[in-house]
């Protein structure tokens, strides 16, 4: 028998109903095995069957092919990222707009900087542009979007901004962005505390 039937056959089967826990197990293990490779390249629906203790014809079940996989990681990552910063905003009293603003960048710097491969796979496949005519969407458009909400609570708070809302949450995400990636290319400085005194500088250049 090979290695997957082995492995297939020691696993717990789910029971009837319970199709979406698997597929749940199915994306933990695509993110695991993705934080061993680094990056998205060697992502393959054998190896992660191999993760999960599975057959690959399993997965097939849920995700018709590596692409569908990617795709399933991916908003599976994005929301992941979305609850971290929303828990991190929220854990901040309700008065402080310019304070949730904070912890939501430094959420989200801190899961950029702590999972690379994640990050790289999902700033890649984060947006398209439906058509030639209308804006980009997509998950990465929608975290950018709970930014704009963040300086708009801020302003409403009394708190001045030098350009409108949707621009400061472009810009500093493009700025946020930026030092994550300089950061990933320089393996001497992998901690998040790079990242996080940055960004509350550029923060403050936003307001007035």
Not at 69 to 95: I, K, T
């Amino acid at each position: 028998m090979s290695d997957e039937g082995t492995a297939a056959v020691q696993r717990t089967r789910n029971r009837w109903g319970e199709g979406e826990r698997l597929r749940g197990e199915i994306l933990d293990g695509a993110g695991r095995l993705l934080s061993e490779l680094g990056g998205g390249d060697g992502l393959t629906i054998r190896g992660v069957a191999r993760v999960v203790g599975i057959a690959p014809a399993s997965i097939y079940r849920h995700f018709a092919d590596r692409e569908a996989l990617v795709r399933g990681l991916v908003a599976h990552e994005f929301d992941r990222l979305r609850d971290l910063m929303r828990a991190a905003d929220e854990a901040v009293d309700a008065g402080d707009a310019v304070g949730r603003l904070r912890a939501r960048l430094h959420a989200y710097c801190a899961f950029a900087v702590d999972n690379p491969g994640h990050y790289r796979l999902m700033l890649g496949n984060g947006a398209e542009r439906p058509a030639p005519d209308r804006p980009p969407a997509g998950p990465l458009v929608d975290v950018i979007d709970t930014l704009r909400v963040a300086f708009e609570r801020c302003a409403e708070a009394g708190h001045a901004l030098r350009v409108p809302a949707d621009r400061a949450a472009v810009m500093v995400f493009v700025g946020a962005h930026g030092r994550v990636a300089l950061l990933h290319s320089n393996p001497g400085e992998q901690h998040a505390r790079a990242v996080t005194p940055f960004v509350d500088e550029f923060v403050d250049l936003l307001f007035v």
